[in-house]
């Protein structure tokens, strides 16, 4: 007996895949990573050149009434020492700290070839002494006596009272201008007595103690007996419990009064 059977299509077999690495592909990121390793290389030894990527401009910034932008940049190319990464800016911005009328300085480096010098300058308000300048924190600074700007006030005292002269002048300044009075110079000696010298060449003596008090002293007696007589007045010296004393101006030959001694 025959049996019909039906025949099954065999199933076409599966293609192998291939997992032999492309070559050609392979030898691109060999060569690939070859050519950075060496670019890397190269780059390693420009930023250990200290020559290498040489700081070609200087730019400045600031608002300058005592200072040239022309002498800062000057200053900054003589202290610059290597090229961009090797350049010390702190030695830079030392530099430029020496210069008398610069209060405060920043430096910063610019890609590709810049150092950009940011100044802040100092702000006189009053001479110290014969040679010396304060600002309006009360710092001395020394720049070169020929740079002073002139009609400034005058503040003198002992090394250390800077503030409290600074104080004592903007106190009595404020007391007197309304009296029609300016306050062109403050002494503190030794031992911290106060002095007043006037614009108009009068002389106020407050001494060491009690100063404000004997400041107000002052400004009652000139509003109710001085103000007529000023104008004679040298020295007044409130150095007294309830009361002061006075010189009177010397007069010239030709009539007029000259300032006392101060």
């Given at each position: ?12 077999p ?9 070559r ?38 600031g ?45 910063q480096?610019?890609w590709p ?27 001395i ?32 300044q404020a ?16 031992r ?8 108009d ?16 002293r ?38 007029g ?6």
């Open positions: 007996m025959i049996l019909n059977e039906r025949i099954r299509p065999q199933a076409a599966r293609q192998q895949e291939d997992t032999t690495p492309r050609p592909l392979a030898w691109v990121f060999s060569l690939f990573a070859v050519a950075l390793l060496a670019a890397l290389v190269t780059v390693a030894g420009e930023l250990r050149d200290p020559t290498a990527f040489p700081i070609r401009k200087v730019t400045v910034d608002d300058f009434r005592y200072l040239a932008p022309a002498n800062i940049r000057k200053a900054v190319s003589g202290a610059v020492r290597g090229g961009f990464f090797h350049v010390d800016v702190q030695h830079v911005r030392e530099t430029i700290l020496q210069e008398p009328w610069v209060r405060e300085a920043t430096v480096r610019l070839d810049t150092l950009h010098v940011s100044i802040v300058e100092q702000q006189p308000v009053a001479y110290w002494g014969e040679s010396a300048l304060l600002n309006d924190k009360a710092d600074f020394v720049p070169s006596k020929a740079s002073f700007p002139p009609g400034l006030i005058r503040l003198d005292g002992p090394v250390g009272s800077e503030m409290d002269t600074l104080e004592a002048y903007r106190h009595a007391r007197l201008a309304p009296l029609g009075l300016d306050v062109a110079a403050v002494s503190l000696s030794e911290r007595a106060q002095t007043l010298r006037l614009a060449g009068a002389t106020v003596v407050l001494g060491r103690r009690a100063a404000a008090d004997r400041l107000e002052f400004v009652a007696a000139y509003q109710q007996v001085l103000r007529e007589n000023w104008g004679r007045i040298a020295v007044i010296d409130l150095r007294y419990t309830n009361g002061f004393s006075i010189r009177e101006r010397q007069v010239t030959a030709a009539g009064a000259s300032g006392g001694n101060q």
